[in-house]
């Protein structure tokens, strides 16, 4: 029985030594994370901000969301720049292709007006003598229908 109870003695000192060195370890990692999170002084300087000690890992934790949100607003920002780019020039090709078609109707338009004229009929009867078309001798007159 003095033996068991020497083993057992032996067994919880080994467990003490095991839990030891595994809580002293958990006590300099939480102190190392500690001494890194935690600032020199609360009030920055020319020299802190130029050197980069305001990036320290405790305000880039709090202000994660943050950073996340500028950046997703700057990529929105970016691509609605992009696409309004295009449609504008988009809009200043069909600008002008609208232009030059209005400008081809147009000379389209004057064209068929001019040879229209009465005047220009004429002269084209005339010189045409193959024609069966010639230059009324007679006035139009109208003629009545009666209704029923």
């Known amino acids: 029985m003095n033996n068991e109870v020497n083993k057992d003695i032996e067994q919880k000192a080994d467990n003490a030594k095991v839990e030891e060195p595994q809580e002293s370890l958990k006590e300099a990692i939480a102190k190392q994370a500690i001494e890194e999170e935690v600032s020199g002084s609360s009030n920055f300087t020319l020299r802190k901000i130029l050197g980069g000690d305001i990036l320290t890992t405790q305000i880039i934790r709090r202000q994660i969301w943050l950073v996340i949100l500028v950046v997703f607003f700057i990529i929105i920002y970016i691509s609605n720049r992009y696409s309004i780019q295009n449609d504008i020039i988009e809009l200043d090709k069909l600008q002008t292709e609208l232009?030059?078609?209005?400008?081809?109707?147009?000379?389209?338009?004057?064209?068929?007006?001019?040879?229209?004229?009465?005047?220009?009929?004429?002269?084209?009867?005339?010189?045409?003598?193959?024609?069966?078309?010639?230059?009324?001798?007679?006035?139009?007159?109208?003629?009545?229908?009666?209704?029923?």
Do not use: C, F, G
């Not at 030059?100 to 007006?113: D, V």
């Not at 001019?114 to 010639?134: A, C, F, P, Q």
């Not at 009324?136 to 209704?147: G, H």
């Open 99 to 148: 232009q030059e078609t209005k400008y081809k109707a147009l000379s389209a338009s004057s064209q068929i007006t001019e040879k229209s004229r009465e005047s220009n009929v004429l002269d084209m009867l005339k010189t045409n003598k193959d024609s069966t078309l010639h230059i009324a001798t007679q006035p139009p007159y109208i003629i009545n229908v009666p209704e029923e």
